[in-house]
């Protein structure tokens, strides 16, 4: 009986996939619970697994292709003791001829020297060993095989060998061979051309779906809101040195490290509590108030940027924020992120600092109409009760949709945000 590999339901909102990679070949015994192929979707890459034991009988759909929900994908043979059977026989089978050949081949020892009725000896010039491939190439172009020299096993003669000695052949003029003298009065005043370098490669490859969909999507972003930036600055002394106070007694209580994350996460919470425009969507000619905060995390893999979400992370603690922001990175560097981690959120932050960068503007993250970015902290001189003092600063970005959110607002949610930063014993008062 044949059965059917189809495209599985891939997640809330996700229609369509791209077949990623095959691990089975047509033709291959598998087992039930066996990967057969990977779908890589815009959030995350699924395998689909058979559901059945038996050979894979046909693919359907070759990798690069997009698919739907419920697209075959191939086909599964269920006849699997049988031909399970077949393919171990078959593989007897070729041991046991590849053993005979070995044996067969064991005394063909090649002699050097052979005996004459004289008593005495004279070499025997061995014949080289040749490609069948490289034998015909040297008969087609007239080439005296044994003036090639091998390169291959024990000095096999390879199609590769036989290409390269004609090309040494072309560029060496035969000798006695004279160039004209005309030819050689109009080479003399032309100055050699400068070689091009032989490394200028180009290459095609086709943008991943997770690629493609992002590309898609920060084009509708700059397309469909009216995005504005609004910047500040956060002196990042006290986190930092309540950070060195505090980590050693944290990591032991807790089992993970203190970071600056968790104080940003728990400063926007309240900056979108004191301003719910930046935790609002715009759906038609709505606006619709959102009082749960789902902050979304942008992390960047070799693939793409994805958002995993924090959950009512208004009700995390410090230490609860720390564990699900690291199992998020560990999950992605893994490819084990799941659709329900990516799915909703109302608010993202985004941290361009761990790379470097020292300022930017990022681009939201439809329906939000609000993101944070974060940036490199650096030690710059700033005026200080009429001193100059170098402290450790970072720039922060508000990105918003001017559509829902005003300037005054935004400006004031990012004035909120540098004073819990700046004094973190606000945080306690604000609960």
């Not at 269920?78 to 067969?104: C, I, L, M, P, Y």
């Amino acid at each position: 009986m044949a059965i059917k590999i189809v495209v599985p339901e891939l997640g809330e909102s996700v229609l369509e996939a791209t077949v990623s990679h095959w691990l089975k070949k047509e033709g291959e015994f598998v087992n039930a619970g066996d990967v057969l192929v990977e779908l890589e979707t815009d959030k995350v890459n699924l395998e689909v697994g058979a559901k059945s034991a038996g050979v894979l009988q046909r693919i359907d759909v070759p990798e690069g292709t997009d698919v739907k929900v419920g697209d075959v994908l191939g086909t599964i043979d269920e006849k699997a003791e049988e031909q399970k059977a077949e393919g171990q026989k078959a593989e007897e089978q070729k041991t046991e001829a590849v053993a005979v050949q070995a044996k067969q081949a064991e005394p063909q020892v090649k002699k050097e020297e052979a005996p004459r009725t004289d008593g005495q000896q004279i070499k025997r010039e061995a014949a080289p060993q040749v490609s069948p491939v490289a034998s015909r190439l040297a008969r087609d172009r007239n080439v005296d095989i044994r003036k090639v020299p091998g390169t291959g096993a024990e000095g096999r003669v390879t199609k590769a060998d036989v290409e390269s000695y004609l090309q040494r052949q072309e560029k060496a003029p035969e000798k006695g061979e004279q160039v004209p003298a005309e030819v050689q009065r109009e080479a003399e005043p032309v100055a050699p051309a400068r070689p091009i370098s032989s490394d200028r490669q180009e290459e095609r490859k086709r943008m991943s779906r997770r690629r493609r969909t992002i590309a898609q999507r920060l084009l509708e972003a700059t397309q469909s809101t009216a995005m504005l930036t609004t910047f500040n600055e956060i002196d990042m002394g006290t986190v930092m040195d309540l950070r060195k106070r505090r980590n050693e007694e944290f990591q032991k209580r807790h089992g993970i490290k203190l970071g600056f994350m968790s104080f940003f996460v728990k400063a926007a919470i309240s900056a979108l509590k004191a301003f719910p425009q930046v935790n609002a969507e715009l759906d038609g000619e709505d606006l619709v108030f959102k009082h749960y905060y789902d902050i979304g995390m942008a992390v960047g893999s070799s693939e793409g940027l994805v958002v995993p979400v924090l959950r009512d992370a208004d009700r995390l603690s410090f230490a609860e924020i720390e564990k699900q922001i690291k199992e998020y990175v560990e999950k992605t560097e893994q490819g084990k992120l799941s659709v329900e981690d990516l799915r909703g959120g109302t608010f993202t932050i985004t941290n361009g600092g761990v790379f470097g960068s020292l300022l930017s503007t990022p681009i939201l993250n439809p329906p939000q109409v609000g993101i944070l970015g974060l940036h490199k902290i650096e030690e710059r001189p700033i005026a200080q009760s009429g001193q100059v003092v170098i402290r450790p600063m970072m720039y922060v970005a508000l990105s918003y949709d001017h559509r829902v959110v005003d300037g005054r607002e935004a400006v004031q949610f990012l004035v909120h945000i540098k004073q819990l930063l700046e004094d973190p014993a606000w945080m306690l008062v604000e609960g």
